[in-house]
């Protein structure tokens, strides 16, 4: 009853969708507010209709009701409750449902704004939301239904419907198939929805773009009103790709955290040209250029996340991340086509009103070095592209298909990650054009020459001689320095100038210039993860090794000792094997690892556990390869020791706490 | 004056354009040479036994159904060698046979079958199975073994059944 409820709900948002975009579109056509108005309306009905469904949902989830087929698809009684509801994005149906709440929760709040100053933006705003939530509940309603039922006929005849065949009763299977427990890890639980934030929250700025071209509206309001919904967006884009390294280096136990597979890729496409969107917007508010580039950008970036779920969501390609067998890859594919020509064509179409002054002069000023970065960006988005599409051109052109992995991505990337990590540092000290030799004074080159310190050291002392690392942790010692000491400069500015309290003069530059210091805490997280990745890809040392009970094997300055072997069988069926690893330094002990490896007997499949012991300077990591299950007096072990790695999820922390300093709404407003 | 001016600006777009131009012509070079080093060609069981090429040292991808009996693991020097049968390389033809359980399973138990010995130097994969498809990437030695330098299995799963099997 409920179910049916719960589709039905669905149904009618659906509905209000269409009736929203009719209601826009009479309304322009017949200058009616009313009409503009009831559609504005019709969203918060549609957000309550759509969130019925979500909490009928999640009460199927928690209450076992196994009877429809996405629970069972999803759950298992094992489960602990909070599981139950995390699989909620746990399958196609169920995801796609949490996609069209969050997208009709930001259209709702998006539209609820004050709209007094920009009253010709509501329609195409309100349109754009529509058409979005219009897709995607239709996705919901016609394909991919999570409120399917199982039935059978007295024939024993077996089949999936939302609604009671005539002559069929309803079938309710004993248990679920539960979820796959390589997926039972909280960066894997919040990785998808974290990333899903981040896509939908680019509906706002995209939105605001179609508005201000649909209505012609040349200034830089759309921009500045999709600023908070930019940043946040990015963010969580952020997080959410962070979130999957996480649960790749802890779960997956091949010590790497990113490998360049199509649907990672997928995601960090929409990130780069997003990141280069947050960057070229401080242009245009600054003197009003690169217009046009910046709703290119917001357009791509959009594209990208509609074609990033259609690569995830379609079956399209086949890797841990997509969603098995799908019936949405068609529309999906025709819906990104539509967004992107669609939307492209409007640009084209209102090219001439929003041209830009030419306004740029060649200097090594803040406006080329962001034009730098977006060429950086853009390049890497575009290696990204090719990367993905490759062997898909070289079997048309040539007959065999050449595919690229991630030596390839690394090679061409790792340079312009690198000329990256050197924006980051200087980029945010850069004056504005006309200035520029005034603040690039001597501190630079002191600096320059001071941080070289920090290569020399890592060659002497920690017998670093791999060239790009070196230049990699000289990059990201500069940039720190250049960084922190802006943010000092300007403390003691405020302290001696103003005569401030210390505590004050910490605060102060904050508080008035937030979205400065801000962006220069997020660029400070950026050089705190690449240390992270500098760790993993230029300083890891790894073994693998055979000991019998009580033998030891040393990697770098530690020594790992095989103490034994422990079985027990665990809760819900798993058979838990585990090794004893004791460290040692320097010849004290200091550490005892525990990698295990889980047999899932119900399911007849094995997954292994590294054991992860950390702190700031290294991550010890070890993986139980194989064992003796009658002697048991030999192991198996592969064992990596990652410098730095903690840096990368202390970077992201920081990063993110940047944003918030750099959104925080302004008290007083100055503009009317 | 309005000439001055046109050629100032003239100069400066001839700048944007030259730096612009050398950083693309970098980032042209850096594509070239990492495909012409790591680009891997993709090639079925099959093609490698019968191309009349000189494959030795090119990166391969190929892909193959794992023979279980074949398996043999030295945990001692973290060997493993197993062989792999022939299974087409296009998901499309895969689907047109029956499905990837079923291609697995007759390519594993035709012996006429085209099959390829394998060697890899790590870790035996949860995975390796009887019947698992195999993806690997790597390169064929002299005498025509494929060195493995990476290993990617997949199972087809029970959990993409649609319906259950049993009920109460």
């Known amino acids: 009853m409920l179910s049916t409820l719960g589709y039905l709900a669905l149904a009618l948002a659906f509905l209000l969708a269409i009736y929203g975009v009719v209601m826009v579109l009479w309304g322009v056509s017949q200058k009616s507010k009313p009409a503009i108005e009831s559609a504005r309306l019709a969203l918060i009905l549609l957000f309550t209709l759509v969130s019925f469904s979500l909490i009928a949902l999640l009460i199927f989830l928690v209450t076992d009701r196994f009877d429809i087929a996405y629970v069972y698809s999803v759950t298992s009684r094992d489960m602990p409750a909070y599981l139950k509801m995390t699989a909620l994005w746990g399958g196609q149906s169920g995801s796609l449902l949490f996609w069209s709440w969050l997208l009709a929760g930001f259209s709702l709040v998006f539209a609820l704004r004050k709209w007094d100053n920009e009253k010709e933006m509501l329609p195409w705003s309100l349109l754009v939301v529509f058409v979005s939530l219009g897709f995607f509940l239709a996705l919901n309603v016609l394909f991919e239904s999570p409120f399917e039922r199982f039935w059978h006929m007295p024939d024993g005849q077996r089949f999936l419907s939302v609604f009671q065949p005539a002559g069929a009763w309803p079938l309710t299977p004993e248990d679920g198939q539960g979820l796959n427990p390589l997926l039972r890890h909280p960066g894997m639980i919040w990785h998808p929805p974290t990333l899903y934030l981040g896509f939908v929250g680019f509906v706002i700025p995209f939105a605001l773009a179609i508005a201000s071209l649909g209505s012609g509206r040349r200034d830089q309001r759309w921009l500045e009103i999709a600023r908070p919904w930019t940043l946040t967006a990015w963010i969580f884009l952020s997080l959410g790709l962070v979130l999957g390294m996480r649960w790749a280096y802890d779960v997956l136990g091949w010590g790497g955290y990113w490998g360049w597979d199509p649907v990672e890729i997928a995601a960090l496409m929409p990130w780069l040209s997003g990141t280069a969107l947050v960057h070229t917007a401080l242009l245009q508010r600054r003197n009003d250029s690169l217009t046009r ?53 409007l640009l084209f179409s209102r090219w001439q009103k929003f041209d830009d002054p030419e306004v740029f002069e060649f200097a090594l000023s803040k406006e080329v070095l962001t034009l730098l970065l977006n060429l950086i960006l853009m390049s890497i988005l575009v290696i990204c592209l090719l990367g993905v599409i490759y062997p898909i051109i070289s079997d048309l052109f040539t007959g065999t298909q050449v595919t690229v992995g991630p030596a390839w991505y690394e090679r061409i990337t790792g340079p312009l990650f690198l000329l990256l990590l050197f924006l980051t540092g200087i980029c945010p000290l850069a004056a504005w054009s006309g200035k520029q030799l005034t603040r690039f004074g001597k501190s630079f080159w002191l600096f320059g020459l001071f941080s070289l310190a ?59 210039h937030h979205r400065k210091y801000g962006g220069l805490l997020v660029h400070l997280g950026v050089v705190l993860m690449s240390l992270g990745i500098i760790g993993l890809e230029g300083l890891q040392k790894e073994t693998q090794v055979t000991l019998a009970q009580g033998e030891s094997v040393a990697l770098a300055d530690y020594q790992f000792r095989y103490e034994g072997l422990e079985s027990r069988i665990g809760e819900d069926g798993i058979s838990i094997t585990q090794a004893i690893l004791t460290v040692s330094h320097d010849g004290t002990l200091i550490e005892a690892l525990y990698p295990q490896r889980d047999v899932y007997l119900n399911m007849g499949l094995a997954v292994t556990q590294p054991a992860v012991r950390s702190n700031l300077a290294r991550d010890l990591y070890a993986i139980l390869v194989e064992y003796d299950p009658d002697l048991q007096n030999t192991a198996t072990f592969r064992i990596y020791i990652n410098p730095l790695v903690n840096w990368l999820w202390i970077g992201v922390g920081v990063m993110t706490l940047g944003t918030l300093v750099a959104v925080i709404p302004e008290r007083k407003k100055k503009s009317i | ?37 790591t680009a891997q060609f993709f090639m079925t069981v099959r093609e490698v036994q019968e191309t009349t090429k000189d494959l030795s040292g090119e990166n391969l991808r190929v892909s193959g159904a794992v023979l279980g009996e074949s398996i043999r693991y030295d945990s001692e020097n973290g060997l493993l060698q197993f062989t792999i049968a022939h299974i087409p390389g296009k998901d499309r033809e895969i689907e047109a046979l029956g499905g990837l359980e079923l291609v697995l399973h007759q390519a594993v138990n035709d012996p006429l079958n085209p099959r390829l010995e394998v060697r890899y130097d790590g870790a035996k994969p949860d995975m390796l199975k009887d019947e698992a498809q195999a993806i690997l990437t790597g390169s064929l030695d002299q005498e025509g073994v494929f060195i493995a330098e990476e290993l990617l299995l997949k199972c087809p799963s029970r959990y993409e059944e649609a319906l259950p099997e049993q009920a109460e």
């Open chain 1, 293 to 345: 580039w910046n709703l290119v950008l917001i357009i791509i970036t959009f594209s990208l996340v509609i074609f990033g779920t259609f690569l995830t969501r379609s079956g399209v390609l086949s890797s841990v991340h997509s969603f098995a067998d799908s019936n949405v890859g068609l529309p999906m594919f025709i819906f990104t086509a539509l967004v992107t020509l669609g939307s492209l064509g």
């Open chain 1, 454 to 512: 920090i290569p020399f050291g890592a060659w002497l002392i920690g017998d670093v001689h791999h060239g790009l690392t070196l230049i990699a942790l000289w990059l990201a010692g500069l940039a720190g320095i250049l960084i922190v000491s802006e943010y000092f400069q300007s403390v003691i500015r405020v302290r001696t100038r103003q005569h401030e309290k210390w505590a004050n003069a910490f605060w102060l530059p904050i508080k008035r």
């Open chain 2, 1 to 37: 004056m309005n000439e001055s001016v046109s050629k100032v600006s003239k100069s400066n777009r001839i700048k944007f354009i030259v730096v612009g131009l050398l950083f693309l012509s970098a980032i042209i070079f850096l594509v070239i040479s990492a495909t012409q080093a």
